[in-house]
Nanobody
Framework: QVQLEESGGGLVQAGGSLRLSCAASRSVIIIHTMGWYRQAPGKQRELVAAITRGGVTNYTDPVKGRFTISRDNAKNTVSLQMNSLKPEDTAVYYC?????????WGQGTQVTVSS
């Protein structure tokens, strides 16, 4: 079992920045992939960014060049730096940990970008 707790969401104007953090209840070194997903009202949850244990990253096209995912295996955290935010980034953001064959999720943190 892995418990995940997100923090750092909030309200920001378009063009602004936010940093999301996710703290895991146990060592993340055993977790191959950690990531951030988001779900906007009326839409399906989608992958935003993911990072492997070895530091390989993957981003969905709309956030490339604006968002940066990182993980600190010593502190058991994964973070998402979000710059140049747009109204379409508004969503609930969820931290995810893949510990095969299971998926673990945080409760989510709201990010609202005003125009």
């Amino acid at each position: 079992q892995v418990q995940l707790e997100e923090s750092g969401g909030g309200l920001v104007q378009a063009g602004g920045s936010l940093r999301l953090s996710c703290a895991a209840s146990r060592s993340v070194i055993i977790i191959h992939t950690m990531g951030w997903y988001r779900q906007a009202p009326g839409k399906q949850r989608e992958l935003v960014a993911a990072i492997t244990r070895g530091g390989v990253t993957n981003y969905t096209d709309p956030v490339k060049g604006r968002f940066t995912i990182s993980r600190d295996n010593a502190k058991n955290t994964v973070s998402l730096q979000m710059n140049s935010l747009k109204p379409e980034d508004t969503a609930v953001y969820y931290c995810n940990a893949k510990l095969q064959p299971l998926d673990f999720w945080g409760q989510g943190t709201q990010v609202t970008v005003s125009s």
